[in-house]
């Protein structure tokens, strides 16, 4: 896989360890603290502070896209969505390629900060758009095009202010997001 650079310094090209996004994607463990038997509300606010905490984390960290065979970013389109397909590291980057079947061929990736992404790439795109983060794994994650995930100007819920509750999708083993390069 080569990488483009984007401007990144050498630190965040190759982790030393399993990035933090890799790990807020992971099944949480049990949570002490909580009630033994939380109620729906209990649950709801507590995925809700899980989802900011990932969006949160998932904007500070330099994730990988890689580009299709127009040299442009990476993305699939689903249910009339157009996803970026980003990566939190090299290792999910080369279980996407293996998964499609393509990797024997070079991936040419570049290195951008995931708030860069819903910021700035995100309303480029035609239509709404969201980033999908480690696509066909099972611990992948949507950044939909909601308001207080993209700029309001580009969500599909402009006038409405959602609380970040219910919508980050899990893509699991139900979603391919396999793209087809094009844009």
């Known amino acids: 896989m080569t990488d483009t650079g984007g401007g990144a310094s050498d630190d965040t090209l ?22 033994s038997a939380p109620g729906p509300a209990d649950e709801e606010a507590l995925a809700r502070r899980r989802f900011a905490r990932l969006l949160g984390e998932f904007r500070r960290t330099a994730v990988l896209v890689p580009y299709d065979d127009l040299e442009s970013l990476w993305t699939a389109d689903f249910n009339g969505v157009r996803w970026i397909c980003a990566f939190s590291d090299e290792k999910a980057l080369a ?7 393509d990797a024997a061929r ?11 992404l819903l910021d700035v790439m995100v309303p480029l795109l035609p ?12 611990d992948g994650t949507l950044f939909p095009p909601v308001a207080g ?6 969500a ?7 609380d970040l509750g ?12 396999g793209g087809t390069g094009t844009r």
């Open 166 to 177: 219910g919508i980050a999708g899990d893509l699991g083993g139900t979603v391919d997001l």
């Open 95 to 101: 279980r996407f390629a293996r998964a499609r079947g």
């Open 156 to 162: 599909v819920d402009p006038g409405a202010r959602t």
């Open 14 to 35: 190759e982790p030393p360890h399993l990035s933090r996004l890799a790990q807020l994607t992971s099944p949480p463990e049990p949570n002490r603290d909580l009630p």
């Open 127 to 138: 239509g709404p758009g969201g980033v999908a983060l480690d696509a066909g794994s099972a």
């Open 149 to 154: 995930i993209v700029p309001d100007e580009v």
């Open 106 to 116: 070079e991936w040419t990736y570049q290195t951008i900060l995931g708030a860069r």
